[in-house]
T-cell receptor
C-alpha cells in the first residue's frame, strides 16, 4: 500500500512551457485534491474531485486544469507556466474524515 | 468566508510543553485537524477532533476545542527536538473541503 504518490518530485520550467503533474493513490478513495503551498500562506486548494470523471474548482484554479479519468489518478496541468506558479504542489486523497498527502512536487518557473 | 488563523512562529525549550493555537471562523465545521510537516515532506495527520468534543488526548498530544470562541489548541508535552516542524490547523467544511491555516513553525531549542 503506497498511499499517495506524486511525480515528478522536482521540475524547472521556462515561462510558457506546459507540464502535467501526476498524483496516484491506491486506497480507493473517491475524493482527491490538488493544493499549492507558498511560504506563510498555508495550503490553498487549486482543484478537487469527488469521484472518477468529476472535477471542481477550488480557491485558486486559474492557470491550472485537472482530469480524473481513472479513480486512482488525478492529474494537474499547467498549459502555459508563469513565474507566479512557482510553488510546492501537494496532492491528497481522503476518507470520510481523514486526508492523506503525497510528498509534494517542487516546481520552479523561470 | 472560511478563514483559519495561527501564529507563524513558536520557540520552546526541549522538555517544556508547547501550545499551538488556532482560530477558525466557520461554525459549521464538523472536524478540526492538526497536521505536522517536516522539512521537504508532505503533511502528516497528527490528530483530529469532532466538533462536539471539548478535548482529545493521544499520548503526548492534547487537543482542546472551545467551540463558542472557535478556538483550537494543540499541546505537546515534553517537547523534543524531533517535534520541530510546521504545524497546520485545518477545518473540514460541510464534510467536503478542508481549509488550512498558514502553519506555525515550532522550533525546539536544546
Amino acid at each position: 500500500n503506497a498511499g499517495v504518490t506524486q511525480t515528478p518530485k522536482f521540475r524547472v520550467l521556462k515561462t510558457g512551457q506546459s507540464m502535467t503533474l501526476l498524483c496516484a493513490q491506491d486506497m480507493n478513495h473517491e475524493y482527491m485534491y490538488w493544493y499549492r503551498q507558498d511560504p506563510g500562506m498555508g495550503l490553498r486548494l487549486i482543484h478537487y474531485s469527488v469521484g472518477e470523471g468529476t472535477t471542481a474548482k477550488g480557491e485558486v484554479p486559474d492557470g491550472y486544469n485537472v482530469s480524473r479519468l481513472k479513480k486512482q489518478n488525478f492529474l494537474l496541468g499547467l498549459e502555459s507556466a508563469a513565474p507566479s506558479q512557482t510553488s510546492v504542489y501537494f496532492c491528497a486523497s481522503r476518507t470520510q474524515n481523514e486526508q492523506y498527502f503525497g510528498p509534494g512536487t517542487r516546481l520552479t518557473v523561470t | 468566508g472560511e478563514d483559519v488563523e495561527q501564529s507563524l512562529f513558536l520557540s520552546v525549550r526541549e522538555g517544556d510543553s508547547s501550545v499551538i493555537n488556532c482560530t477558525y471562523t466557520d461554525s459549521s465545521s464538523t472536524y478540526l485537524y492538526w497536521y505536522k510537516q517536516e522539512p521537504g515532506a508532505g503533511l502528516q495527520l497528527l490528530t483530529y477532533i469532532f466538533s462536539n468534543m471539548d478535548m482529545k488526548q493521544d499520548q503526548r498530544l492534547t487537543v482542546l476545542l472551545n467551540k463558542k470562541d472557535k478556538h483550537l489548541s494543540l499541546r505537546i508535552a515534553d517537547t523534543q527536538t524531533g517535534d520541530s516542524a510546521i504545524y497546520f490547523c485545518a477545518e473540514s467544511i460541510h464534510g467536503q473541503n478542508f481549509v488550512f491555516g498558514p502553519g506555525t513553525r515550532l522550533s525546539v531549542l536544546p
